[in-house]
Structures are given as C-alpha cells and as structure tokens.
C-alpha cells in the first residue's frame, strides 16, 4: 500500500516450490532461477511464469511487457 504499486508489477526472483508458491499468493510475476535448489520442470509446476538461466537475464524481464502485466 505504502508503495502504490500493485503487487503485479513485482518480481519475485527464486529457486524453491515456496519461492514460487509464494509469488503466486501475493500475486507477483514468479520468476524461477533453476541454477538454484531445482529444476526448471519442478519451478514450472509449482508456478514460475517466467524462467531465467542468468542472472542478468533480469535486465531482459524488467525491459519485457512480462514484468508489468495490465
């Protein structure tokens, strides 16, 4: 609320099902890092939208229509 920007803007960056469990609860874009705890099927299924294989990738994430759905 602080930030007034809905939580759909955000990125949540990890490498966990939690990670992911916890960008679908509130709402984020789940990004998935399987260089991480696990693989890229495993982050797929408990909800990554998105899957980056460096970290820099991010840049490409934030510059993409992906990152800021309407």
Known sequence: DRLKTPPRNFVFLGDTKGDMQTAGNANMLAVGAPWGF?????????????????????????????????
């Open 38 to 70: 696990r693989s890229r099927d495993e982050l797929q299924r408990h909800g990554a939208k998105l899957l980056i294989e460096h970290p820099h990738e991010l840049i490409d994430v934030f510059r993409s229509d992906a990152a800021y759905p309407v």
